[in-house]
């Protein structure tokens, strides 16, 4: 006996009527590969995607606590914090934010200038998939490198990062790294070669985060320059993800976390709207 199905069967089961969608509700099956492909790109390299960028964070926090040494406190909601111990969660979530950065701003972006953005563009992906599984490989990859640095500084003597909150660090880490990631992918969807995602890198992205109180606290700045600081989002991202291990915050926690989620949300309007039109992606 056959094992096959009629004919007649196989006819019916691919015949769609026009403009029908045969898939009619979520492609898992293509968003799963997608987000594979994008994790897989970057774990080929994982040691310059992952652990170089854990190493440089870490350099971070011995240069700065030998400079100004580890004893030294910061004042943080009235509290006397250790000068390690507050810059510890800041540099760990400055690790993520930039290599969720990285990661979205690279795929697109290599597509068009080598010619295969077709690839993202022709299999059957709405453009909802396409957008989450772009941001779905930034983030994992932003938490494998605040993973990675959060273990080599747990190591390290003199620095705390026992979690007190860990709810408040997973989700201060996701609003971060979706916010980044969304950026990226539109900073791939403008940027026509790389200079351009450069010029993002080193004139929006790293001076935001330098700037945002990832070595200090706003509490000591003037009236102007705190105003200022309260205006960045990176710092509500920073503030909260703080909270997570010290259990003190620069700013309210729920404010913060409302204002990074209704970032979020625009971000990936604008960002679904650009891809659904195919700004500079289709012409």
């Not at 989700?171 to 990631?181: C, P, T």
């Not at 010290?246 to 709207?273: E, F, K, N, Q």
């Amino acid at each position: 006996m056959s094992s096959q199905p009629p004919i007649g069967e196989i006819h019916s089961a691919i015949r769609s009527d026009p403009g029908v969608p045969v898939i009619r509700n979520v492609n898992w099956g293509g968003l799963r590969a997608l987000y594979v492909k994008e994790v897989r790109r970057f774990f080929k390299v994982q040691l310059q995607t992952v652990w170089a960028p854990a190493i440089t964070t870490l350099m971070y926090l011995v240069i700065f606590t030998v400079a100004l040494g580890a004893r030294s406190a910061v004042h943080v909601g009235g509290q006397a914090v250790a000068f390690a111990d507050f810059v510890a969660p800041g540099l760990i979530v400055m690790g993520m934010l930039n290599n969720a950065f990285a990661n979205a701003s690279f795929s697109l972006l290599v597509g068009k200038i080598q010619g295969t953005i077709v690839d993202y563009l022709m299999p059957p992906l709405s453009t909802a998939e396409l957008l989450a599984a772009l941001v779905g490989g930034a983030v994992t990859r932003a938490f494998c490198v605040g993973g990675a640095v959060w273990l080599a500084m747990a190591i390290w003597p003199g620095v705390h990062v026992t979690p007190a909150h860990l709810g408040a660090i997973l989700w201060f880490g996701l609003l971060g790294s979706v916010f980044l990631a969304l950026i990226g992918v539109l900073t791939s969807i403008w940027a026509e070669k790389f200079d351009h995602a450069a010029a993002v890198t080193n004139f929006v992205v790293a001076p935001l985060t330098l700037l945002s109180g990832t070595f200090y606290s706003v509490d000591k700045l003037a009236p102007a320059f705190r105003a200022i600081s309260h205006a960045n989002p990176f710092f509500y991202i920073i503030s909260g993800f703080r909270y997570g291990f010290l259990g003190i915050a620069d700013s309210p926690v729920l404010v913060g976390s409302i204002a990074i989620l209704g970032a979020d949300i625009v971000l990936a309007l604008v960002c679904y709207t650009l891809l659904r039109r195919g700004w500079k992606l289709k012409s």
